[in-house]
């Protein structure tokens, strides 16, 4: 039963999912055109779930995202929405005078109504809490997530940045479907950590922000054996490096989900080859002893 559920969730997003961070103020501000563009080439290529927090964009960018959407071809029953809250951040769209976590009932709620608001829709398909406080009281986020849920303003609940330890607190209280975390080829320690051995053995898919680490920094910044390594792979399986970068996280068991922050077009549609790659073990080895320069045994 386990198993069935865990597969449930993982199937429930796309494998690859669009990020927003950086479709707004905080990054390109691209045009309500750019925005439709985007979120319909997404979708094209098999992302149908996109990725956002109350915060991006001093508060603005799902309301940019919520405007876009509701201008293109797509149907809300054919994507997933996911949102985090929890940060109160300083800016000119908020009273707030020092950076701070807030994860009360009345505020987690109140967030969740923005976000449904700006983006035009009635429900979330996941919720995150952002990133762990140590104020947070499970108690008083189980209050909140289990009125949305029973509401049916969000379909699933997960948290963003939480160690093993804090998802067991908040755990007792109510059930964790997701973890989004730093992973990529060049930010590999949690596959030594335990982080994803928690995930696996408590059926939480984990979802990689950042999947490309430092490979997207320009070339002569990459470490030279890893630049060798993946352009090897590359000529291999015909395909650009950052196709390589995300099948190498898609091949762990622990069914990884990168969120690409992306705001080209051509790049979604270059990542979504790294679905048809099927790295052998010994090039996924390749990889990791080129990144950490020494042999893995």
């Not at 997003?13 to 990020?19: E, R, V």
Request: with cysteine.
């Amino acid at each position: 039963m386990k198993n069935q559920k865990h597969k449930s969730i993982e199937l429930s997003y796309s494998k690859l999912i669009a990020g927003t961070m950086l479709w707004g103020s905080w990054g390109k501000e691209m045009t309500k055109a750019k925005r439709i563009e985007l979120i319909e080439t997404a979708y094209d290529v098999g992302i149908s779930s996109y990725d956002h927090a109350d915060i991006y964009g001093n508060y603005t960018t799902e309301n940019d995202f919520g405007n876009a959407f509701s201008e293109s071809g797509l149907s809300r029953d054919n994507v997933q929405f996911i949102s985090k809250c929890g940060i109160a951040m300083v800016c000119e769209n908020k009273p707030y005078k020092t950076k701070h976590y807030n994860y009360s009932s009345n505020y987690i709620i109140d967030s969740v109504h923005n976000s449904l608001r700006n983006l035009k829709t009635e429900y979330l398909d996941l919720l995150l809490l952002h990133r762990p406080s140590p104020l947070l009281n499970p108690e008083e986020v189980a209050k909140a997530i289990n009125f949305l849920l029973d509401s049916g303003k969000i379909l699933s609940f997960g948290v963003s940045n939480f160690t093993s330890t804090q998802i067991d607190l908040l755990a007792n209280y109510i059930p964790i479907h997701v973890n989004q975390i730093e992973i990529s080829l060049t930010h590999n320690e949690t596959m030594f950590d335990g982080q994803l051995d928690y995930c696996q053995r408590k059926h939480i898919l984990p979802m990689s922000w950042s999947p490309l680490g430092i490979l997207k920094k320009p070339q002569s910044q990459w470490p030279s054996k890893l630049q060798h390594a993946i352009f090897k792979l590359t000529k291999k399986y015909d395909c650009g490096f950052a196709s390589i970068a995300l099948a190498w996280l898609l091949k762990h068991p622990a069914k990884i989900h990168p969120i690409l922050g992306t705001t080209n077009p051509n790049r979604l549609i270059e990542a979504q080859q790294a679905l048809q790659i099927q790295l052998n073990e010994e090039d996924w080895f390749f990889l990791l002893e080129a990144v950490r320069e020494r042999p893995c045994l």
